[in-house]
Every structure is written in C-alpha cells, then in structure tokens.
C-alpha cells in the first residue's frame, strides 16, 4: 500500500465544479467519497438529411382517420353534462335506430350483432343460455378525456370473431350526447392512459402487437388515432393479465 496516499477531502467553489472532470485520478490511492471523473463523453450529433437535393413528394392533407363528431338523437338531454346517468343500451338502441342496416362506417355492425342489441333487457334477452352474454353492450367506462373536468362515456359493442366497436361519448352545455369516436378492430384489449384510449390489436406479423392512442383533437371536436407502436411480444403464452405494459419496442 502506498503510505504516501492520505485520504482527503476538497472544498471547491460552485462554478469550478465543472472543470473537476479533467483533473487526473491519483494511482493507487482508494476511493474516500470524493469527486471522480466519468470519462469521455459521447458528442451528441443530431438528425442528418440524407440526399438533402432530393426533391420530395406532395401530397395533400390527410384525412384525420377519425370519426367526426355526431350528436345521437332520440336521447334524453342529460343535467349538468353528467353523462354517468346515460343507460348505454339505450344509446346504443338509439343510434341503431338513427343508423338501421348499416354494415360498414363508424354506425356498422353486422345484423346479428343488431338484432342481439335490439334485444337487450327484453324477454328473450332475460332466457338467453346460462354462460351466454346475450346482449353485446358491455359494462361502460368514465373518464375525463377532453379536459374540460366532465367524465366521456366510454362504450365497447362485441361483435363476432373478437372484433369490438369501441365509442365514446361526452355530453355539451345544452346536454345533447355527441359520439366522438367510433372504431371496430380485432380487438386484444382497451385501456385507458391519462386521457387516452389505447387499443391493443394484432399487428399482422407473428410474435406483434399495434397499439393505437386515440386522443381528443380540439380543432376536429373528436378523438383521432395519433400515436402509433409496433411491439414484440414476450415469449410463451400471452394474455392480457401477463402481457408486460407498453411491450418491448421494435428496433431496427
């Protein structure tokens, strides 16, 4: 051991801090608590535009791909824009009505789907088969997703082969229900995230998962897809208790 080696401690004024990175270890000397340099640090290096003469395309303005806003007749106007009163049978009974035989667009279902809808809370609906969710209105949601402090209804409509339409609605000052987004996936699972939907659906390749934020868009008064996220899998079986949050990225 280097009897020369003491252990020290060295007071340095504040703005002499950063230059304590250059100063040199002392050799053989053990760590006491005090300042030690980090090493080389990386040079950040920002974006760089590959064939910068390139002329690009253009293309017009896309399409938001939401469903624009649209008030649901033949509902009673809610108080105080509380919208945990609304039944949601009876909304969605009310824009079957609004909307009959309608097989594609935000309003699509397939006529079973309908005709179970059409159903809900009736005679036949009570004698369905014991295990069998005869009516496809599943239990709604709350949540505040536009920020104006008001819960959005949240509605989710299970339609054959594990697609689902998913709907949200929120009521105005004048208490009329305003649909604000309407979607049909393959559905995996839905959740909520702040004032985000968040769909899980396959991806198309083996082993993936796309999972889409739709969000409230002030300008267009409705909730629009925007976020976007491939994401593998971990190996095994998977289910929606065991699936990690968020997935694991994928990286080129």
């Known amino acids: ?24 270890l002392l050799a053989g000397c053990g760590d006491t ?13 920002g974006p760089v535009h590959l064939w910068p003469d390139r002329a690009g395309a253009t293309v017009p303005p896309a399409d938001p791909g939401g469903a624009p806003p649209e008030y649901v007749p033949g509902i009673t106007p809610v108080r105080d824009q509380d919208v945990h009163g609304v039944d949601p049978v009876a909304l969605v ?3 079957l009505r609004a909307h009959p035989d309608t097989d594609v667009g ?12 059409r159903a809900c809370g009736t005679e036949e609906d009570e004698n369905a088969e014991a295990g069998t969710a005869a009516c496809p209105v599943l239990t ?3 949540r505040d997703l536009t920020g104006n402090g008001k819960d959005e209804l949240i509605v989710g409509i299970e339609f054959p082969d594990k697609m689902m339409s998913v709907r949200v609605y929120t009521a105005d000052p004048d208490g009329r229900l305003n649909r604000i987004m309407a979607t049909t996936e393959t559905v995996i699972s839905v ?12 991806s198309g390749n083996r082993g993936y998962e796309l999972i889409t934020a739709w969000s409230w868009d002030e300008k267009q008064l409705t909730m629009l897809p925007t976020r976007e996220q491939i994401v593998r899998l971990p190996s ?17």
């Open 1 to 24: 051991m280097n009897r020369h080696c003491t252990s020290r401690r060295f007071r340095f004024p504040f703005h002499a801090l950063p230059a304590l990175a250059l100063l040199p």
């Open 33 to 45: 608590g005090g300042l030690v340099g980090a090493g080389a640090t990386p040079t950040a290096s």
């Open 93 to 95: 009974q009310a824009e």
């Open 106 to 117: 935000a309003d699509g279902m397939p006529s079973e789907t309908a005709a179970a809808i």
């Open 140 to 142: 709604p949601y709350y």
């Open 191 to 202: 959740e909520l995230a702040g004032r985000d939907v968040v769909l899980r659906v396959p």
């Open 236 to 252: 095994g079986p998977q289910g929606p208790a065991s699936r990690r949050p968020g997935g694991e990225p994928v990286r080129p």
